[in-house]
């Protein structure tokens, strides 16, 4: 059964909020969206605020979603990963740090990509330009290297599979 997930896109003044996970967290070191799992019987959408909250102090006036990431294991049929991408649409609040790390406004024309995920340098331009997606990530087990992806531009969210 696939972990679930969610990151969200945060903008204001034209640039993007990231964190940078804390040592001992899940990425530590990389920078990535505010985001984390799905509870059981939690809505995607409540976890993303929820999580969003916890991590940033932000309360999301709303959201909608503009992508899903398959995350596969070479070898694996299933995905290891689901994470569902949201843009907020405002927000309420100034961004407070947590134990999950540190936060920073970056300009979306110098977005630290060497910092993040392999993945996120396929994906973070289509979310910015609006665009919704799909995208099937490879890695090696414990996510040692990306290997091979694939991504599908989506005209209807729900086009995207469940």
């Not at 999580?51 to 299933?78: M, P, S």
Request: net charge neutral; proline share 3%; glycine share 10%.
């Amino acid at each position: 059964m696939a972990i679930v997930a969610t990151l969200c896109f945060i903008c204001k003044d034209g640039k993007i909020l990231l964190q940078r996970k804390a040592n001992g967290r899940f990425g530590a070191g990389k920078w990535n969206m505010p985001g984390g799992k799905v509870k059981e019987n939690e809505s995607i959408q409540d976890a993303v605020k929820r999580e969003v909250e916890e991590e940033t102090g932000l309360k999301l006036k709303d959201v909608f979603q503009v992508g899903k990431i398959n995350f596969f294991f070479i070898g694996q049929k299933e995905p290891a990963w689901v994470v569902h991408v949201f843009e907020a649409n405002g927000f309420e609040g100034k961004e407070i740090a947590s134990d999950e790390g540190e936060l920073k406004w970056f300009d979306k024309a110098e977005i630290p990509f060497e910092q993040m995920w392999p993945d996120d340098k396929f994906w973070y331009p289509l979310m910015l330009n609006g665009e919704i997606f799909e995208g099937y990530f490879y890695y090696t087990e414990g996510f040692a290297k990306l290997l091979k992806h694939k991504i599908l531009k989506v005209k209807n969210f729900n086009l995207l599979a469940r």
